[in-house]
């Protein structure tokens, strides 16, 4: 059974960070593409950024581009979200989900991607 757990969500400042964590268990960690996702009170999900099996290739949407890094640790089975210089608009809930398969991430589309945790709340305060 797939599970995958997000942690590290909070209460900031504008200006301050973060860092998210993602761990998923009963799958084969490095077959998978990770994205992170986000969904703030009546806005559809963006897709916020995405890495590959092995962290070689990122994507990053425009809204956190130069403020966020994502990263994987393949021994750990865990995805990070580093936010930087975080804005009230980023205030949301952020999810992690799992994309099987090597492709390049150019892009984070819900749809792709298969197995979905149950999300951590980002709130910034202005």
């Known amino acids: 059974q797939v599970q995958v757990v997000e942690s590290g969500g909070g209460l900031v400042q504008a200006g301050g960070s973060l860092r998210l964590s993602c761990t998923a268990s009963g799958l084969t960690f490095d077959d998978y593409s990770m994205g992170w996702f986000r969904q703030a009170p009546g806005k559809e999900r963006e897709g916020v950024s995405c890495?590959?099996?092995?962290?070689?290739?990122?994507y990053y949407s425009d809204s956190v581009k130069g403020r966020f890094t994502v990263s994987r640790d393949n021994a750990k089975n865990t995805l990070y979200l580093q936010m930087n210089s975080l804005k009230p608009e980023d205030t949301a809930m952020y999810y992690c989900?799992?994309?099987?398969?090597?492709?390049?991430?150019?892009?984070?589309?819900?749809?792709?991607?298969?197995?979905w945790g149950q999300g951590t709340q980002v709130t910034v305060s202005s």
């Open positions: 989900a799992a994309r099987f398969g090597y492709r390049l991430c150019r892009d984070a589309l819900a749809p792709d991607f298969r197995y």
């Open positions: 890495i590959s099996w092995n962290g070689r290739s990122t």
